[in-house]
């Protein structure tokens, strides 16, 4: 699991550009995916990479194509200082793991292999040799993610249609 690593406050436009939302399948999305900031990303990233960036990750419209394009893409999370609240909400109810660690935002290079527990909270970047605890995901959120989002969840708890 590589990391893909990016600076403070990257928007959802950078994220997934609104020119590229007529079509909006996840594999339409996900070869778009961060093309403003990053050109070969969509074309480099493997399944199971990592994004690690800096605070305020998916700030800007409050669109959902965001997360469905990184997790389209297959990337296996994202890690930041913080999140801007709706793409937090977003990405939680599309499955998409997300994890606030400053300190592992910072000290994390691009490219290192990272590997996350989120069960326990923890990140190990096996590269640099270095572990750091985030909180781990409350029970009804972890119940949401390994459902694949909220409206599976929903159905598998018989709430849903």
Known sequence: MK???YGANVDTDVIIPARHLNDPSPAALASH??????PDFASTV?????????????????????????????????IAPSFARIFYRNAINI???????????????????????????TITDTTQGKTWQAAPFPEFIEGIIKSGGLLNSLKERGLGK
């Open 33 to 38: 995916c961060m093309e403003d900031i990053d």
């Open 3 to 5: 990391v893909y690593k």
């Open 95 to 121: 499955g998409f793991p997300i994890v606030e660690c400053p300190q592992a935002a910072e000290e994390i290079q691009a490219g290192d292999q990272v590997e996350v527990d989120f069960a326990a909270g």
């Open 46 to 78: 493997e399944e199971g990479d990592i994004i690690v960036a800096g605070p305020n990750f998916g700030c800007g419209s409050s669109r959902e194509h965001a997360p469905l394009s990184i997790k389209s893409c297959g990337v296996r999370c994202v």
